[in-house]
């Protein structure tokens, strides 16, 4: 389905610019699926991806 593609490219997205996660596959290595980040970063990302669900549901 488009819409979940859409959504998919836009949490990874997300997860590159305010969390530095370069992909949301499971990689099954700790070391890469397993991620520190600041509260602010989270917050942030959180942010985004509200604001990206307002702006798809207003499309709709």
Partial sequence: MATNRTANQTLEAI???HLRIETLETRKSDSLDFHEVAVWSVVAALEAAYQA???AAKEN
């Fill in 15 to 17: 997860a590159r610019q």
């Fill in 53 to 55: 669900g307002f702006a």
